[in-house]
């Protein structure tokens, strides 16, 4: 029975390096060992959102996303969230001029008292 892979590939998979053949393979482990694991590039990930990482480690942030389209869609999904809480943000005082009455307010504040331990 053979092993199964503990990192399966997406079937859209558009790496530039895929680990494949023997030469892919060891090109693949070599990047992984020299670049931040993918739960590091989360964090650096995020990190970079609010400022500016050191060079060297955009730069191995980068080889790793030659290997990793798993990170790489994660980098996009939080620029693209970002882009959009921004342009809602701009926009929320236009959305809805709905208030809170002041009897809900007082009801809702009654229920977090009593939540609280």
Same mark, same amino acid.
């Given at each position: 029975?053979?092993?199964?892979?503990?990192?399966?590939?997406?079937?859209?998979?558009? $790496?530039?390096?895929?680990?494949?053949?023997?030469? $892919?393979?060891?090109?693949? %482990?070599?990047? %992984?060992? %020299?670049?931040? $694991?993918?739960?590091?590039?989360?964090?650096?990930?995020?990190?970079?959102?609010?400022? $500016?990482?050191?060079?060297?480690?955009?730069?191995?942030?980068?080889?790793?996303?030659?290997?990793?389209?798993?990170?790489?869609?994660?980098?996009?999904?939080?620029?693209?969230?970002?882009?959009?809480?921004?342009?809602?943000?701009?926009?929320?005082?236009?959305?809805?001029?709905?208030?809170?009455?002041?009897? %809900?307010?007082?009801?809702?504040?009654?229920?977090?008292?009593?939540?609280?331990?």
């Amino acid at each position: 029975m053979p092993l199964e892979d503990p990192n399966p590939r997406a079937p859209d998979d558009d $790496s530039l390096i895929k680990g494949g053949n023997w030469l $892919s393979k060891r090109i693949e %482990a070599f990047i %992984a060992r %020299a670049t931040p $694991s993918c739960v590091e590039m989360t964090h650096l990930l995020s990190e970079e959102m609010d400022h $500016s990482l050191p060079w060297f480690t955009r730069l191995k942030m980068r080889v790793h996303f030659l290997m990793c389209c798993y990170c790489r869609r994660y980098k996009e999904s939080l620029h693209y969230l970002r882009n959009v809480f921004r342009s809602s943000a701009a926009s929320a005082d236009t959305l809805s001029s709905e208030r809170l009455s002041p009897e %809900a307010r007082e009801r809702l504040k009654q229920v977090l008292r009593d939540q609280l331990p």
